[in-house]
């Protein structure tokens, strides 16, 4: 790599060394001092507009804006002084002129930067005694209010908008004092609704229609977690308040930064949380009566319906006719005891979920390979990029937001094959355009195979050129599965520097592959024939063969081979197309926060606790594993992990074989383990030997956590990190899947979710619904563009 | 519009006005595009050479050494570089680029061409002003004239290789388009928003390729002073400005009108003997000498010579040297309102100092020209207008603040006038502002 | 190359058509592509922001942006004859607002940008015009009238009435 030069200067006396070119801002930010800033933003395109960022420089005439002056040898630069302080002083004075002064009632107050820089300078606006203009606050999208006083014209919603989201809705229109920011629907916004602009805003002038004046900052409580929704896995960060019905969520920010997503949220991840406090959430438990109708009554009885009937099923009919149908939004932790729960405890490989991406083959294919899995990080930095297939800005905001980073602030070349004109190619190097079949055809002439794609001169070009790269991330969806994807990942790790990520649909998507909710693998992707080792650990004899798959398992519903249906977080009735008969002769039961397709159909419905509402971890589409943390309560739900172990239980599986909770849990099951009788508790050394605590309550999951991680080793991770905030990498060098069958059915169904789309529980989102609504009825859509 | 004359004068860039010049035949016939065609044998050293030696300084206002600014320009040519002629006039009290652009069009279009051929540019814009839209039409006749006489185009002057461009657009209203980088930003198709500097436009500017920006008057000299010669050429000035000058003398003078005067002329000389005196044999009371955005001079002020330097020192600037005359009658209040008004409109709104200081100066001298201000408001527009000065993005609100500072120190006792028991009636400016009046009325 | 549905004439369209090949950009010929479209058409109208949106190829948004920023641009239409009195420093000096004003009274208008009921008259206070030599000073539409007075400003109002008559 070449030398990078630095330079030499003096900032308020000290000496500071940074790479040539660094901003001023920016290289005195590195030493901690922090220069006022209005219209600078990391990133972004330089303003010099509000000139708060005033610095004097040794030699200059005038003060100079530190946003806009790039360091050089020698300077000499002082960031406080009478001087610059009354120009700062001056610059909020005008502000204020004209700002309301009305901070107390102000959405913004408490976050407002403007009030914290006022506070610092010391500047009133009482030289001024005309009245304010006030005019109409502006509703401008479902989302998106605009209090145009407040508004300072700092132009940072406008290049976020453009620049960071390639939308470009917001403009300015007018000149002098009469300029204003001005959304691209005359009146309204027509745009992918993120809420970027609202939070980039430095004031209160863009906020947001979920929260607006429901509380204030210092009232909330704030929780980082992971966004409920895509397979990208943002962290969001959820403002609370204690209501009568348990702590509500009030709104989703990306305040903190300290995510995988950066300065990314999409409209999801921001908003899309208000499911939770639905008129129909679910909040005690359902069982199906005798006159056919499904009737609230207590948790107690309800748990005990259901283990009663699965014990039944298991007793008379064996495993083999229970099926498990998992979730793609649940915790890793539950995926794990849900797939623990379904082989020990019922006896069954019949367990699945809606698959988004081959996983399986995708591990398969990397055989165990180090550094071979792209994370999403590496898409802000990668030096080239592939993505071939899916449509990142509809399906994977966040990998579009980081692709269009890293083109636009690193130049990063990015190529692009897909059979539609998806909105990426507006940062691609090179693209190509294929028929929506001829993923397969396009990658064997890639990777120099025969092949029946007919090259014309741009793919020529386009192979040459991604050939001749020397690093290389490549993002790849659902279009690729089983051989193809094993041919593309093949081809990948043919390449220098190459990384790749499959893209599936949902938050842990992933994790419920990696934690074998699958009929033929186990966590980790042990092959389900081989649970020889899980056995022993879980001490109790395991299927072998292989399950059923979701089809299958409907299949054999239909032909009355499926005594029960577990059905945990999915609506594989409504996904698959399920009628209402083929599981007419099935004990079906949904835990769920609604009344679903699937929960209609249900024996039992039980009411769920949400993403939002738990502690555990996730796994991204890449396999980045993040922390979960409980932001919000609903009275009347229980979580999926709860009722998995009280399920458990209620069949007699003893609490603590299901999850490792308390001190010296195995030494009561020395007998019932035969040969292993008397042996030291493995959980107990595994914890002693890493210095962890037990846990003390059977609805830890954290004590599941404990056991992922000893006996999945691709999840050996730093917990340390992963419980400050970091996202930590999955070890696919860790895993090794023998002999995966060529022919193995994939089963893939992509979700093909949009931007205001998020499969069954997009559809209780009424943010999702206005969205989409008044895009149906937006006069502007039709119009010439 | 119509020609002035005096004995005084020195008719340099003037020379042929009134003479049927935007006739290119004639224009021609007065020794037309003869200096262009010297210039291709001249060479770029020795243009800029000349144009260096001729202490000729920007015409547009801030008097920028021409030839110095040329030698910025980087040689080589892995960008397409350009010429763009700043035809956007639009400082109160200048009209001096029109008669350029009606009676000798094609001059502009010639020392377009040298400042081409000087620098290494193949392509010149000649951006007017929206208002001036007959001039625009001249300038296009003018522009397909020399393209059919071959002084344009492929080959000009039927030299193999040799290609210049040249065409004209039009703004649509905005003072500070006449801003050198939001002229780029206008040409380019945009808000007339400035841009970051640096880099400086000689360097990256129009499309990103190195550019020359130059006033028409500045663009128009350059013929004249390779017909001169440099050294000729500066002598007609004073030290370090070279050559004449258009001034326009208007406001309360007898004899309104452009003049052509070499540098360093005399400001009492060009107002009591060269425009005729003051209106009506009224007293003076002030002058704006060179735009609306050069502080003002009181009527004991005036003995001073008229070039870059001398005004300067007299603390105030030669900028578009549009001599504004006020006499005895006018209310500097109401003409400080009405200067404060112009900016305030004009002020492109990017930087908060220039955006809200116009604005609360314009609001804050309205009040007090009213009668109703109070009396911390003649410190405060003071303290407004010098938080202003060095602070903003562009120097448009510098144009704002200089003047207002002039206004309420040289004249503080007619603002203090208006904060008095009885203060002087408001003139028209105020009934014919509605928005001044309504803001006021709150 | 040309649009093919145009909201101008044919004359006007051919000359779009040809602007946007004049620059190395195409939206360079947004701003004098909007004026001659008001020129014809008499304001920027909405179908003539979808026009030259489409013409440079930038957003509506876009072109509402520049649009808004220029002074001379208008986004409703104006009389037949806009009168644009100059009232700035000199031409004050020298009675612009009294032109202003007796333009005002005289055609019935007293909003800045009001238009007579006929629609063949407005009148609006404008910056300077670069005629201060020559002031006070007024435009109609692009013709400038120079040292006005009341008298004269009557005679041009009254040419341009008679100019507006069918012949
Ligand atoms: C607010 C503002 C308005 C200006 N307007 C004009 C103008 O209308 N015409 C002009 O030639 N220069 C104008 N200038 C000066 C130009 O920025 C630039 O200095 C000039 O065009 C350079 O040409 P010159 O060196 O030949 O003077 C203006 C500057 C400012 C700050
Ligand atoms: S709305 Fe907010 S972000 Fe946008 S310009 Fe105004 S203050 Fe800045
Ligand atoms: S990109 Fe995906 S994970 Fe991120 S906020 Fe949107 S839906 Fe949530
Ligand atoms: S000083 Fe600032 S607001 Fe004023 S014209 Fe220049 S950039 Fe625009
Ligand atoms: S932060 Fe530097 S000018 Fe706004
Ligand atoms: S001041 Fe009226 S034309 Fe210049």
Same mark, same amino acid.
């Given at each position: ?427 691609? =190097? ?198 979960? =943390? ?156 | ?74 040689? #080589? ?130 499309? #990103? ?95 001073? #010579? ?137 | ?25 195409? %939206?360079?010929?947004? +701003? ?31 072109? %509402? ?8 641009? %208008? ?7 806009? +009168?644009?009195?100059?009232?700035? +420093?000199?031409?004050?000096? %020298? ?61 041009? +109002? ?10």
């Amino acid at each position: 790599m070449a030398e990078v030069k630095t330079v030499n200067l003096t900032v308020d006396g000290k000496q500071i060394t940074t790479p040539a070119g660094t901003l001023l801002i920016d290289a005195c930010k590195s030493v901690g001092i922090e220069i006022p800033a209005f219209c600078y933003y990391p990133g972004l395109s330089l303003q010099g507009a509000c000139r708060m960022c005033v610095v004097r420089v040794e030699k200059m005439p005038k003060l100079q804006t530190a946003c806009t002056t790039p360091v050089a040898e020698g300077m000499i630069v002082t960031t406080e002084s009478e001087e610059i302080a009354q120009s700062r002083k001056g610059i909020l004075e005008l502000l204020l002129g004209n700002h309301p002064l009305d901070c107390p009632v102000c959405d913004a107050g408490g976050q407002c930067e403007l009030q914290d820089m006022t506070f610092k300078y010391g500047a009133s606006g009482s030289n001024y005694v005309e009245t304010k203009n006030h005019k109409e606050e502006q509703q401008w999208s479902p989302v998106v209010f605009f209090d145009r006083p407040r508004c300072i014209l700092c132009y940072r919603c406008v290049r976020v908008c453009g620049e960071g989201m390639d939308v470009w809705a917001l403009g300015v229109q007018n000149r002098g004092s009469s300029s204003v920011i001005a959304p691209n629907g005359g009146d309204h916004l027509d745009c992918e609704e993120c809420g970027a602009c609202i939070d980039i805003c430095p004031v209160g002038a863009l906020t947001s229609g979920a929260y607006r004046y429901k509380t204030r900052p210092w009232e909330m409580n704030h929780t980082a977690t992971i966004c409920t929704h895509c397979g990208d896995g943002c962290k969001t960060t959820l403002g609370t308040r204690q209501d009568n019905a348990g702590s509500e969520i009030v709104r989703g920010d990306n305040r903190d930064k300290s995510g995988i997503n950066g300065d990314f949220l999409c409209i999801k991840g921001r908003y899309s949380f208000d499911f939770a406090n639905r008129e129909d959430r679910l909040t005690q438990p359902l069982v199906r009566q005798a006159n056919g109708k499904l009737e609230p009554t207590t948790w107690e009885v309800a748990i005990e319906h259901v283990g009663k009937r699965l014990r039944e099923v298991r007793q008379t009919r064996g495993g083999k006719a229970i099926g498990v149908i998992g979730s793609n939004r649940t915790t890793n932790e539950e995926n794990y005891l849900l797939q623990k729960f379904a082989r020990m405890v019922l006896q069954t490989n019949n367990i699945d979920h809606h698959r988004t991406a081959d996983y399986p083959a995708l591990l398969a294919a990397l055989g165990g390979a180090a550094n071979k899995a792209a994370s999403l990080r590496d898409f802000e930095k990668a030096p080239a990029m592939l993505v071939l297939g899916n449509d990142p800005t509809e399906q994977h905001p966040a990998l579009a937001w980081n692709i269009r980073t890293n083109v636009r602030t690193n130049r990063s070349r990015l190529y692009l094959a897909n059979h539609a004109d998806i909105k990426l190619r507006r940062q691609a =190097k090179a693209a190509i355009e294929i028929p929506a079949h001829g993923y397969g055809a396009l990658i064997r002439y890639l990777a120099g195979q025969e092949s029946e794609f007919v090259p014309n001169d741009t793919a020529t070009k386009f192979r040459e050129a991604l050939l001749a790269e020397p690093e290389l991330v490549i993002a790849f969806g659902s279009e690729f599965r089983g051989r193809d994807l094993e041919t593309l990942v093949a081809w990948a790790l043919t390449l220098p520097n190459c990384k790749v990520a499959a893209l599936g649909d949902y938050v842990n998507s992933r994790g419920a592959a990696d934690m074998g909710v699958l009929p033929d693998f186990l966590p980790g992707y042990a092959p389900a024939a081989e649970g020889a080792g899980f056995a022993d650990e879980y001490g109790a004899p395991l299927p072998t063969e292989p399950g059923m798959n979701l089809v299958q398992m409907m299949d054999a519903a239909g032909r009355g081979e499926l005594g029960a249906l577990y059905v945990v977080g999915s609506n594989p009735v409504s996904r698959y197309g399920v009628e209402p008969a083929v599981l007419a002769n099935t004990f079906v039961v949904v835990q769920d926060m609604f009344l679903t397709e699937t929960a209609l159909l249900a024996d039992v419905v039980l009411p769920a606790a949400n993403l939002y509402e738990k502690s555990g971890t996730v796994t991204n589409t890449y396999g980045d594993i993040q922390l979960v =943390k409980k932001a919000s309560d609903t009275s009347g739900v229980r979580t999926d992990f709860e009722m998995i172990v009280r399920i458990a239980d209620k069949m007699g599986a003893r609490a603590q074989s299901m999850v490792p909770f308390g001190k010296g849990l195995r030494a009561d099951l020395g007998q019932s383990r035969g040969a292993q009788s008397g042996e030291a508790d493995r959980h107990a050394v595994w914890l002693a030997a890493n210095n962890y605590e037990p846990k003390l309550s059977p609805f830890d999951p954290f004590a599941t956590f404990d056991e992922i991680q000893r006996l999945v080793p691709s999840y050996a991770i730093s917990r340390f990190e992963l419980f400050s905030g970091a996202d930590k990498a999955m070890r696919t060098d860790l895993v090794q899947i023998a002999n995966f069958p060529a022919d193995r059915a994939d089963l893939v169904l992509p979700a093909n979710d949009t931007l205001f789309t998020s499969g069954t529980l997009g559809r209780y989102s009424k943010v999702l619904h206005e969205v989409m609504e008044s895009r149906e009825t937006s006069p502007a859509e039709t119009a010439a563009d | 519009m119509y020609l002035v004359s005096h004995p005084d004068e020195v008719k340099v860039i003037s020379f042929r006005f009134g003479q049927g010049a935007e006739q290119i035949d004639k224009y021609i016939e007065l020794g037309g595009y003869e200096q262009a065609r010297r210039a291709i044998d001249m060479g770029p050293e020795a243009i800029i050479n000349e144009v260096k030696a001729s202490n000729l300084r920007g015409r547009g206002g801030a008097g920028f050494p021409t030839g110095l600014k040329w030698s910025f320009v980087p040689k #080589g040519m892995d960008r397409p570089k350009y010429i763009l002629v700043n035809g956007d006039e639009s400082e109160p009290g200048t009209c001096k680029d029109r008669p350029i652009c009606e009676y000798d069009p094609h001059s502009i279009i010639e020392g377009t061409i040298i400042a081409g051929l000087a620098v290494g540019a193949k392509q010149g814009f000649i951006y007017m002003r929206g208002e001036y839209r007959y001039l625009l039409d001249i300038m296009d006749k003018c522009i397909a004239d020399a393209y059919a006489k071959g002084f344009l185009g492929k080959n000009i002057f039927g030299i193999e290789g040799l290609d210049f461009d040249c065409m004209s657009h039009s703004g649509a209203g905005a003072y500070e388009v006449g801003e050198e980088s939001a002229l780029m930003e206008s040409l380019e198709g945009k808000r007339g928003v400035p841009r970051i500097r640096p880099p400086f436009p000689a360097v990256v500017g129009l499309y #990103g390729g190195p550019t020359v920006i130059n006033n028409v008057e500045t663009i128009a000299s350059v013929p004249h002073v390779l017909r001169l010669g440099g050294a000729e050429y500066a002598k007609i000035g004073t030290d370090r400005n070279g050559g004449t000058r258009l001034f326009g003398i208007s406001g309360h003078v007898e004899k309104p009108g452009v003049y052509e005067l070499p540098m360093g002329y005399s400001l009492r000389k060009a107002i009591y003997e060269v425009a005729g005196g003051i209106k009506g044999g009224k007293k003076l009371k002030a002058v704006v000498p060179g735009g609306s955005s050069t502080p003002v001079l009181k009527a004991d002020e005036i003995d001073v #010579g008229m070039d870059f330097d001398q005004l300067a020192k007299a603390g105030t600037m030669l900028g578009s040297a549009g001599i504004v005359v006020l006499d005895e009658t006018v209310s500097i209040v109401e003409f400080a309102l009405r200067t404060i008004k112009f900016y305030q409109h004009e002020s492109c709104g990017w930087c908060i100092p220039c955006r809200e200081g116009t604005d609360w100066l314009k609001k804050t001298i309205t009040r007090v020209y009213q009668g109703n201000g109070v009396s911390k408001d003649l410190d405060n527009i003071k303290y407004l207008a010098e938080n202003m000065m060095g602070r903003t993005f562009c120097p448009l609100g510098d144009a704002a603040a200089m003047p207002t500072i002039g206004f309420i120190t040289k004249f503080r006792d007619e603002f203090e006038a208006f904060l008095s028991e009885n203060p002087p009636t408001p003139g028209l400016v105020l009934q014919q502002a509605p928005n001044l009046v309504q803001l006021a009325a709150h | 190359m040309s649009t093919p549905t145009t909201i101008f004439s044919a004359e006007l369209a051919a000359r779009l058509d040809r602007l946007v090949t004049l620059y190395p950009v195409k %939206r360079s010929a947004l +701003i004098p592509m909007l004026l001659y479209a008001q020129d014809e058409i008499g304001y920027c109208s909405d179908a003539v922001v979808a026009e030259a949106a489409v013409r440079v190829g930038i957003t509506e948004l876009d072109v %509402r942006n520049v649009l808004s920023y220029y002074s001379m641009l %208008r986004q409703k239409p104006l009389g037949k004859f806009h +009168i644009q009195v100059c009232t700035n +420093i000199s031409c004050m000096l %020298r009675g612009g607002y009294e032109i202003l004003e007796h333009c005002q009274h005289k055609l019935g208008v007293h909003e800045n940008k009001g238009v007579t009921p006929d629609g063949l008259f407005s009148v609006e206070e404008v910056e300077c015009i670069g005629a201060c030599c020559w002031a006070p000073a007024v435009q109609v539409n692009y013709d400038y009238v120079e040292d006005v007075t009341p008298a004269s400003m009557d005679a041009a +109002i009254d040419k341009y009435r008679q100019l507006a008559r069918p012949q």
